[in-house]
T-cell receptor, first 109, second 113 residues
Framework: GQNIDQPTEMTATEGAIVQINCTYQ??????LFWYQQHAGEAPTFLSY??LDGLEEKGRFSSFLSRSKGYSYLLLKELQMKDSASYLC??????????WGAGTKLIIKP | IAGITQAPTSQILAAGRRMTLRCTQD?????MYWYRQDLGLGLRLIHY???????GKGEVPDGYSVSRANTDDFPLTLASAVPSQTSVYFC????????????FGAGTRLSVL
């Protein structure tokens, strides 16, 4: 079966750095996405990786290793507004997204 | 403002009733999707449409139907609602770039009693 694993919840301190991991086992791979979802709101796109390596976008970076079935989202200089759920999703061989359950990130002052 | 509009925002529905969730986008995206989101689970695909006039079944299609008469609209119908269909429903559309980034509507919170 297809599976996306990410931690259920993480806690970090304002101003610090946090890394959210995602491992996947899917039928085929055509890209990996990270989305942010604030409570009661819609998911919003953060990053897309299709090749191995690090993609940096401001305070957020995303890394992919296809051979290991592994990705992480790195958030730097954490702000209170970064408190949200972070969703990992993989585009499979049918070009459909398979979603993880999300990691709830709690930022403390 | 360009984007995806879903209606209603929330709904309480008696079991056995018929309900249509509406979704409209003005970004001229070809592909559209319906997901449900339940606590502790990832988004699960119900139905999708790659282009106007075509639809396909996702992971959890039973009890739901869709139509795609034009590019902009993609309604989701529950023919006879059951309590297990209590969920948050998200409509999304994706662009035609290589990455096919999906953009989401604000969601419909549905409770079936």
């Amino acid at each position: 079966g297809q599976n996306i694993d990410q931690p259920t919840e993480m806690t970090a301190t304002e101003g610090a750095i946090v890394q959210i991991n995602c491992t996947y086992q899917t039928s085929g791979f055509n890209g990996l996405f990270w989305y942010q979802q604030h409570a009661g709101e819609a998911p919003t796109f953060l990053s897309y990786n299709v090749l191995d390596g690090l993609e940096e976008k401001g305070r957020f970076s995303s890394f992919l290793s296809r051979s290991k079935g592994y990705s992480y989202l790195l958030l730097k200089e954490l702000q209170m507004k970064d408190s949200a759920s972070y969703l990992c999703a993989v585009k499979d061989s049918n070009y459909q997204l398979i979603w993880g359950a999300g990691t709830k990130l709690i930022i403390k002052p | 403002i360009a984007g995806i509009t879903q209606a209603p925002t929330s709904q309480i529905l008696a079991a056995g009733r018929r309900m249509t969730l509406r979704c409209t986008q003005d970004m001229r995206h070809n592909a559209m999707y319906w997901y449900r989101q339940d606590l502790g689970l990832g988004l699960r695909l119900i139905h999708y449409s790659n282009t106007a006039g075509t639809t396909g079944k996702g992971e959890v299609p039973d009890g739901y139907s869709v139509s795609r008469a034009n590019t902009d609209d993609f309604p989701l119908t529950l023919a006879s609602a059951v309590p297990s269909q209590t969920s948050v429903y998200f409509c999304a559309s994706s662009d035609s770039t290589e990455s096919n980034i999906q953009y989401f509507g604000a969601g419909t919170r549905l409770s079936v009693l």
